[in-house]
């Protein structure tokens, strides 16, 4: 078999018809882990349909700390403001990750517990169901705050609007 390389525009056109458009973003852990919490993205023009959404730990372990992030959506006018959450806190918590640890939401049903995966080499996609989001803001909170100033975690979703007009961006 020859051996051919793909033009980025075309591995992004087969990731988009594999698990939707990608949106990413890379924040500080101990700016969107926190007890307040963070928004991440925010959605507007249509309801979109969640293929994926997933943390990571880039750059430096986290402390001794035991992070549990939770993930809300907030919907916005002209629906009635209020919050759910899709992802509760794992199993367990965020201590001492390692970079390249994942926190996956699993999507089995709201409110499940995220698979929190330490094995870095590998990690599950893990979502058994696509989530469906109206018009809002995606968030994350910490009952226990991340302390490290260094530890950077990407925020990864792959999502299909669902409408036309859709916009989805990082907060």
């Known amino acids: ?23 990413s973003r890379e924040d500080l852990a101990n700016d969107i882990w926190t007890a307040a919490g963070a928004n991440l993205f925010t ?8 293929t994926f959404f997933q943390q ?6 986290l402390g001794a700390e035991a992070v549990v992030p939770i993930f ?16 509760v806190a794992p199993v367990a918590a965020m201590t001492n990750a390692a970079i390249g640890e994942t926190l996956t ?6 409110n499940t517990a995220a698979l929190h995966q330490t094995v870095v080499p590998v990690s599950l996609i893990a979502m058994a169901a696509r989530l469906i989001f109206k018009p809002g ?4 909170a910490s009952a226990v705050a991340a302390t490290l100033t260094a530890t950077t975690v990407i925020t990864r979703m792959f ?3 669902m409408d036309t007009g859709v916009n989805v961006v990082a907060s």
Do not use: C, R, W
């Not at 990571?56 to 372990?61: D, G, H, K, R």
């Open 159 to 161: 999502y299909y609007p």
């Open 43 to 50: 959605i507007s023009g249509g309801n979109i349909v969640v």
């Open 72 to 87: 809300t959506h907030t919907v916005a006018a002209p629906y009635t403001v209020a919050a759910q959450d899709f992802s």
């Open 1 to 23: 078999m020859a051996n051919f390389t793909l033009h980025s525009s075309t591995k992004e056109a087969i990731s988009d018809i594999g698990f939707g458009i990608l949106i």
């Open 56 to 61: 990571e730990v880039a750059t430096i372990a």
């Open 105 to 110: 939401v699993v999507g089995t049903a709201l």
């Open 137 to 140: 803001i995606i968030s994350v």
